[in-house]
């Protein structure tokens, strides 16, 4: 059974930085694509960042550009995201999600709160 594990969600000040992270497991196939949506309140779920790993091609949502980073251990199939000067805006339901060439797969979100 596919898993994505999410951990390192918070409480955080805005203007500040936080880590999370997904460690994937269970699967026969690689990772082509990691990454991360997010889900406020009333609010559609929408992509974060992605990364493939092939080359390491990133991919960001225009409202992060500048402040995250998303990065990757293929060897330990975890992908993290890396958050800084963190706005209100960016509270949400943090989701990793994985795809291989059989499925996609989702993690069970970590809760992101900025307070301003």
């Known amino acids: 059974q596919v898993r994505l594990v999410e951990s390192g969600g918070g409480l955080v000040q805005a203007g500040g930085s936080l880590r999370v992270s997904c460690v994937a497991s269970?699967?026969?196939?690689?990772?082509?694509?990691m990454g991360w949506y997010r889900q406020a309140p009333g609010e559609q779920r929408e992509l974060v960042a992605e990364i493939r790993s092939a080359g390491g091609i990133t991919n960001y949502a225009d409202s992060v550009k500048g402040r995250f980073t998303i990065f990757r251990d293929n060897a330990k199939n975890t992908v993290y995201l890396q958050m800084n000067s963190l706005e209100s805006e960016d509270t949400a339901v943090y989701y990793c999600?994985?795809?291989?060439?059989?499925?996609?797969?989702w993690g069970q979100g970590t809760q992101v709160t900025v307070s301003s």
């Open positions: 999600y994985g795809r291989t060439p059989v499925g996609r797969y």
């Open positions: 269970g699967s026969r196939f690689s990772f082509s694509v």
